[in-house]
């Protein structure tokens, strides 16, 4: 028996009525469990301003995914973290499941867009916070280094920070700037215009069924610079490739966005070219 409602009716023998249950949320097992995981591992290699800083980013970047798709009713997982305590990172970021194959183009242009937005609002914050607190040390080249490359924005970051930095002197990140870092990179990532990333969904929404020859074009500049310039984005050419560059078809496709939402995805695609880093790790061997 339901109500008007849709909740449950449970009978109290106390009081030989009948009353409403609702549904208590919990957090799966599984779920909690990677979450604590990857709090160890970026803990062990960045210290607890590092772990905490990373995690707010992520976690929020994720539930923009999880609380729009929510919004749309498209059924979507809590946010799968991924500790990975053998990298520079100690995490490979976190991830949702996502149902869409009933969602409209709207819906997944909405659902991919809200996770990069709401997680710079914690990025970009962390990141200037964490960039006061760096030391601006004079440049040395030691052997056996690990080199972070500067994406515009976070050039930018710098200048409004600690303004322009003296000649033949950078910055030694505080642990809370290095996971302001990691978060602007991996919103990067996600702004990919490939396939069902980020990008690729707002890609999707801005072109329908066009987008993919961008998508396209896309992949062939992350593969040449996987052979020409950095070998470390190879992994994600290979993932690329297994999953696909186009973006699968969604409900009323023919539908295009409103103008506000065309505005909002062409300045969030803007943002990937200001938050990508081309070679963004470079190591110098002892």
């Known amino acids: 028996m339901r109500v008007r409602s849709g909740a449950p009716l449970e009978y109290d023998p106390n009081t030989g009525a009948y ?13 909690a469990i ?26 929020t970047h994720e539930m923009g995914h999880y609380v729009m798709a929510g919004y749309h009713r498209i059924p979507a997982t809590l946010p799968y973290f991924i500790p990975f ?20 183009r ?42 972070l490359g500067e994406s515009i924005l976070f050039k930018g970051l710098i200048l409004i920070a600690k303004g322009a930095l003296p000649e033949a002197s950078t910055l030694l990140l505080h642990p809370v700037a290095l996971a302001g870092w990691v978060g602007l990179f991996v919103t990067a990532l996600n702004l990919l215009p490939i396939g069902q990333l980020d990008g690729g969904h707002i890609l999707y929404g801005l072109f329908g069924r066009h987008a993919s020859r961008i998508s396209l074009v896309a992949f062939g500049g992350i593969a040449l610079l996987a052979l020409l310039a950095s070998p470390g984005w190879l992994p994600l050419v290979l993932l690329l490739l297994y999953f696909g560059h186009r973006h699968p078809p969604a409900l009323e496709e023919d539908v ?3 103008i506000r939402r065309r505005w909002m995805g062409a300045l969030t695609l803007a943002l990937f070219f200001l938050a990508f880093s081309p070679v ?4 110098t061997m002892p």
């Open 256 to 258: 295009s966005l409103d």
């Open 106 to 147: 709207k819906q997944l242009f909405d659902v991919g867009i809200a996770g990069p937005l709401a997680g710079l609002v914690v990025a970009l914050p962390i990141t200037l916070i964490g960039i006061r607190l760096s030391e601006v040390v004079p440049e040395t080249f030691e052997a056996g280094g690990i080199s």
């Open 34 to 59: 990677l979450f604590l995981l990857t709090l160890l591992s970026t803990y062990l290699v960045g210290g607890a301003a590092y772990a905490f800083s990373i995690i707010a980013i992520l976690l």
């Open 85 to 104: 305590p053998l990298n520079f990172f100690g995490t490979m970021g976190a991830v949702i499941r996502m149902d869409g194959r009933r969602a409209t």
């Open 19 to 31: 009353r409403e249950v609702r549904p208590r949320f919990r957090i799966p097992r599984l779920h």
């Open 280 to 283: 963004p790790i470079s190591y």
